[in-house]
């Protein structure tokens, strides 16, 4: 390892940031063959699609959201205002298991208190199936898709909600969306692996997530050597920026300071939209149907059958470390 790795004239040179604004790196994962995502305040629609959208490659637009009111008014207070009242389920960051049905949350609070937690004390507990558009519809007045590409869900916006050092683990989304993430209140770090990687990922099988126990911010290369030389993108998300992940990226978040984001989703074509379909009534079904049947057994069985797939794929394919990496040195 270089002794100046950890500099931070190194990273910012390396990551384009300005620690002032920042105050935090991205990933700095030595084994794992990383560049930083592109950063751009505004780009025109067809050079987006022609250098974004069709290569399939991600995006930080810092000025997408700058003419949003959600960006001034959406704060703590006005949530705790307006749907403060509200009870909303939690989830901690705990492992699935047999004993839990999928989606039940570890617990309920109430909206405001959750948002006092978040404000005020790190916690892993996360947000991420309360609809607040159903009980806040004007909130859907407070932003816009951006015009760089169609196919928007306008009925299906998304908004998360994460306490500091609270972490989202590996996987890519069901629906196989396009997605825009703006962040607000808050920053969060992220890290992404293009479709190309999922064999060195240790996917779960008729699943869309990863090993749960994989600790990303420093991977056990012994337990799980397929990561290493294992190719990826990371960045660190600040209010107003906003991430496009292409259809069928990874990706793995860990909350910096409270805060919530929204997820705007855009279908890429009449062919993911099949795949999403599949994905929603077919895979997810049988793995529900599986996992009722099979209980804990099956859940043991998919992560062996992870490790085992991973494995084999890194001993037939070894890796080669840090010939386009930006922190390989």
Request: proline content about 6%; charged content about 25%; some cysteine.
């Amino acid at each position: 390892m270089h002794a100046d790795l950890w500099h931070p004239a190194r990273f910012e040179q390396a990551f384009d940031l300005s620690f002032t604004q920042f105050n935090a790196i991205p990933f700095p994962l030595m084994s794992f063959d990383l560049i930083s995502v592109d950063r751009r305040e505004t780009v025109d629609r067809e050079t987006f699609r022609r250098e974004y959208l069709k290569p399939g490659r991600p995006l930080v637009l810092t000025g997408l959201s700058r003419a949003w009111p959600a960006l001034d008014k959406w704060t703590m207070d006005y949530f705790k205002q307006v749907a403060g009242d509200k009870q909303v389920p939690v989830y901690d960051g705990s492992k699935a298991n047999a004993s839990k049905k999928v989606n039940q949350p570890d617990a309920w609070m109430k909206f405001s208190e959750y948002l006092d937690l978040i404000s005020t004390q790190p916690t892993d507990l996360r947000i991420f199936t309360f609809n607040i558009f159903s009980n806040v519809p004007e909130l859907v007045n407070d932003y816009a898709n951006p015009e760089v590409c169609g196919g928007f869900v306008d009925r299906f916006p998304l908004m998360f909600f994460g306490g500091a050092g609270s972490k989202v683990f590996l996987h890519f989304d069901i629906d196989v969306s396009n997605i825009f993430l703006t962040q607000f209140h808050g920053s969060k770090r992220v890290l992404l692996f293009g479709p190309d990687q999922t064999p060195r990922l240790y996917k779960l099988p008729l699943s869309f997530h990863g090993l749960e126990d994989i600790d990303w911010a420093n991977p056990d290369f012994d337990r799980f050597p397929a990561l290493r030389g294992v190719k990826g993108q990371t960045t660190v998300l600040n209010h107003g920026d906003t991430l496009f992940m292409p259809s069928k990226w990874w990706h793995h978040m860990e909350y910096l300071q409270g805060g919530f984001a929204i997820s705007l989703r855009a279908v890429p074509s009449p062919v993911r939209l099949m795949n999403a379909l599949w994905n929603v009534f077919f895979v997810r079904y049988l793995d529900n149907a599986c996992r009722r049947a099979l209980g804990q057994k099956w859940f043991d069985w998919k992560e062996s059958a992870a490790v085992r797939k991973s494995n084999d794929y890194a001993r037939r394919y070894p890796a080669r470390i840090g010939e386009a990496s930006v922190l390989a040195g």
